[in-house]
Structure formats: C-alpha cells, structure tokens
C-alpha cells in the first residue's frame, strides 16, 4: 500500500510540475503577445503622428512658396522663368 502512495504522490508531482511548466509558457506567450501589441499600437500613433506633421510642414510650405510667387508676379517678373526645370538648373 505504501508503494501505491509514493507511486500516487510521485504522479501528482509530475503533473504539479507539468502544470508549472505550462503555466509558465502561458505567462510567457501572454506577455509576448502583449509586448507585440503595444509595439503595434506604438507604430500606428509615431505613423499617424508623422502623417500630421508632414501633411502641416507641406502646407506651410506650399503657402510660403504660394506668397513668393504672388511677390514675383507682383514685381513684373514673368513667372515661367522660374519653372521646375530653373530651379533644377540652378541647384545642379
């Protein structure tokens, strides 16, 4: 009867630590998953927030460019001269 129990006690402490080891391996897939869905979050905000940003610094600019040609028309000078191909020509 005595080799029954310790045969019991030793089934129930493998079972205790299969248990351990899965409930480790839970914990570990959980905070994996958690971990990769704060980095997915974390990316959609920098990526949005880079969209507004750029979309804000394009308008400025294009109201800036949008003011300096209305001053170039303003002092006669013919705008074509200052085409997309000039200015190429100029920084080159």
């Not at 610094?57 to 003011?67: A, K, P």
Request: include cysteine; charge should be negative; aromatic fraction near 8%.
């Amino acid at each position: 009867m005595a080799k029954k129990d310790d045969n019991f006690q030793k089934e129930i402490l493998e079972i205790k630590s299969k248990l351990c080891d899965m409930h480790t391996d839970l914990k570990r897939f959980f905070e994996q998953s958690d971990l990769q869905h704060h980095e997915s979050v974390l990316s959609g905000i920098q990526k949005d927030f880079s969209n507004v940003i750029i979309g804000h610094v394009t308008e400025d600019i294009n109201d800036v460019l949008t003011g300096i040609w209305y001053e170039i028309a303003k002092c006669g000078i013919p705008v074509n001269l200052f085409s997309q191909d000039s200015f190429r020509t100029i920084r080159a």
